[in-house]
């Protein structure tokens, strides 16, 4: 996502870098405990941060497919694709 997205020309490397940075430092601070998972958590943190501050999108929508995104997971029987449909959407 983040290669389109600066692909795409709505952000910097150097912006993305700093981002991440200002994340992981954040959570540093906050004496974050690594999880096995906590640096995809600062890469998605510092994502939604980057596309909401360009204007992409805004929080609301991201929620709003957040919820989705989980909507489709329950319903999808364990080992099958999830699918995102406009039903989860709708919730």
């Known amino acids: ?5 600066h692909e795409r ?3 910097t ?4 870098a700093t981002a991440l940075s200002e994340e992981i430092r954040s959570a540093q ?5 690594d999880r096995g998972v ?13 596309v909401t501050s ?6 609301a929508e991201l929620r709003r497919y957040e ?3 989980r909507n489709a997971a329950l319903r999808t029987v364990h080992g ?6 406009d039903v989860d959407l709708d919730q």
């Open 54 to 59: 360009k204007g992409v999108t805004s929080k």
């Open 38 to 50: 906590t640096y995809y958590l600062h890469w998605l943190k510092a994502l939604e941060a980057l």
């Open 13 to 16: 490397w150097s912006e993305w």
């Open 1 to 5: 996502m983040a290669l389109s997205l």
């Open 67 to 69: 919820q989705a995104w």
């Open 9 to 11: 020309g709505v952000f």
């Open 29 to 33: 601070q906050a004496v974050d405990s």
């Open 80 to 85: 099958a694709p999830i699918v995102l449909s």
